[in-house]
Each structure stands twice: as C-alpha cells, then as structure tokens.
C-alpha cells in the first residue's frame, strides 16, 4: 500500500471505518469518558459528519486516513446531549456530555478549525498524515480562509514534529490541570498555519 487518494466526504458504508479510526487516535485522551471501545464506536459512527472530512484512501479503497475540520455550519465531530444519551443513558450524558465540552474549542475569525486527524496504523509512515494536512490546508484556500487551527497534546509528540514540518506555529502551552487523570494528558498546544 504505498498509494492513496484523498477527497472530501465519505459513504454510508464508510462510516464504520472513520469511526474506528478516529477512536484508534483519540481513544487514549477520550477512553475513560466514552470507553468501552465498542461503544465509543458506536457513538461516534453516528454523530460523524462527511461534510466535515477529507478522507485518504488506498488504491484498494480502504479508507486509511481521516481530517476533520469545524465551521459555523457543523464539525466532523457533532452531537449533543441527546447523541450521548442514546449510547451512555441520561445519567451518563450527565457528566459526559460537560467534560466533552471542556475539550470544545471555540471558532475564530478567517480560520479553519481542524477537528481531529488520524492516519491508520497501517498507513503510517507513507505520508498519509502530510497529504491529509496539505489537503486541510487547500479546504481552507478554497473557503478563503487565511489560518488553519490545531491542538496538539503533550503525548504526541510525532503529531507535533508533523505539524511543525508542516508551517504550524506553535501558540502557549495551555495546562489542564487535575483533569490530566481524566484525559491522560498534561498540556494542549494550540498551533496554527497561515497561509
């Protein structure tokens, strides 16, 4: 597999395997929120939107990559209380639904927001990850928006050399404090690319 495409959206019978890639990146920073992996699969299959994503794919057609941005208009990531509860019950959209939002990040002006990005395991090391960043960085050329936006945390650092690699800046090291035991890490680092 040393070839790929990349385009905006996903299918139906896609779904499934964007959302296991997503939960394959983030399940370390969301696992003791929404585990177990089955669920959090399940969640997130159904509140994942294609009109946020550009996916990379092998010549197979195997879906192999996946960014996310937000706009005004939605995110890849969406969902609410409502969303939270048909998975984890009410009880549990409680408390869940308040700690996702103290990941939420607010848009800016003449910005692109990026809503995760992740590379399947497999396809690791043959640039899906820079083709994945280039093509966010053309999504917002073509919206003529002037910035992309990212979080980097303090655990990935191979994320972050990436981003640097690829014109981000880094901003102030923001901590979160005790809910490091929550999330499983210390410290985002917002970044952001100008064109």
Request: hydrophobic share 45%; charged share 20%.
């Amino acid at each position: 597999m040393s070839e790929f495409s990349i385009s905006a959206g996903f299918s139906d019978a896609e779904r499934v395997d964007v959302a296991r890639l997503y939960w394959q990146a983030f399940s370390t920073k969301l696992g003791r929120i929404l585990g177990p992996d089955d669920r959090a699969q399940a969640f997130f299959a159904q509140i994942i939107s294609p009109d946020f994503a550009l996916i990379a794919r092998s010549l197979e057609g195997k879906v192999i990559g996946v960014a996310g941005f937000k706009t005004a208009k939605g995110a890849l990531t969406g969902g609410g209380m409502q969303d939270i509860a048909q998975h984890y019950g009410w009880l549990g959209a409680l408390w869940k639904g308040p700690l996702l939002g103290l990941l939420e990040r607010d848009l800016e002006p003449d910005t692109l927001l990026m809503d995760g990005i992740c590379v399947d395991a497999e396809a690791r090391g043959l640039g899906v990850g820079t083709a994945l960043l280039r093509a966010i960085k053309a999504e917002a050329r073509v919206r003529s928006l002037a910035h992309v936006r990212l979080d980097v945390i303090d655990i990935n650092p191979r994320a972050r050399a990436l981003y640097t690699r690829e014109g981000f800046v880094a901003g102030d090291v923001q901590h979160i404090g005790p809910l490091r035991w929550l999330f499983g890490f210390s410290s985002a680092t917002p970044m952001v690319w100008t064109a």
